[in-house]
């Protein structure tokens, strides 16, 4: 079975401008969770979605937003980037919304904002 | 608000020694606790996860992890170490009243020697 996948595996933008990231659970999974990774720390949590619905929202700016769709695959969308926003995105997939379900992360996308 | 700390930046050990990575941890309940490791330029990979029940878990590769709810602690091991073994381990808790949101620590970088 496949693994949780990321797309894209690397992105370059300049400050102001928007990005997407995607990512597709591991089959039969209907919980996506979002991270961010800054170089040198550990992940800090994001969103967490299930069954298409936010249950869980980190503390970051609403300059950040996601959604799931029918099929559980997710979106992160960030607006207005800032050079901080520099860091690899992780998304977890999960069974489904049980606390003890093991989150299983993608590769990330590299993000780096110019 | 739950938190977890590794106190070690890195851990150097010799090939073939046993290895410890130390991890506390801060919840206002019952935790879940889990291990993590990443190899440069990828994403998490899970090893091993506490939920209740045995103090002990093992995991994969040869891993393990002590559960010391006295000493609010989850230390990894293992018992004989390989060069293969060297990459950033990270700790996380999550709170059974958050969500399945994920606290991270800031990681420990393991150095295997030959």
């Known amino acids: 079975d496949a693994g949780v996948t990321q797309s894209p595996t690397h992105l370059i933008k300049t400050r102001g401008q928007q990005v997407t990231l995607r990512c597709s659970p591991i089959?039969?999974?209907?919980?996506v969770s979002w991270y961010q990774q800054v170089l040198g720390q550990g992940p800090q949590f994001i969103f967490q979605y299930y069954e298409k619905e936010e249950r869980g929202r980190g503390n970051f700016p609403d300059r950040f937003s996601a959604r799931q769709f029918p099929n559980y695959s997710s979106e992160l969308n960030v607006n207005a980037l800032l050079l901080g926003d520099s860091a690899l995105y992780l998304c977890a997939s999960l069974r489904g919304g049980q606390g003890t379900d093991t989150q299983y992360f993608g590769p990330g996308t590299r993000l780096t904002v110019l | 608000a739950q938190s977890v700390a590794q106190p070690e930046d890195q851990v150097n050990v010799a090939e073939g020694n046993p290895l410890t990575v130390k991890c506390t941890y801060s919840v206002s309940g019952n935790p879940y606790l889990f291990w993590y490791v990443q190899y440069p330029n990828r994403g998490l990979q899970f090893l091993l996860k506490?939920?209740?029940?045995?103090?002990l878990v093992k995991g994969s590769y040869g891993f393990e992890a002590e559960f010391n709810k006295s000493q609010t602690s989850f230390h990894l091991k293992k018992p004989s170490a390989l060069v293969s073994d060297s990459a950033l381990y990270f700790c996380?808790?999550?709170?059974?009243?958050?969500?399945?949101?994920?606290?991270f620590g800031g990681g420990t970088r393991l150095m295997v020697k030959p």
């Open positions: 089959s039969g999974h209907k919980s």
């Open positions: 506490y939920i209740t029940g045995d103090n």
């Open positions: 996380a808790v999550r709170d059974k009243n958050a969500g399945n949101m994920l606290t």
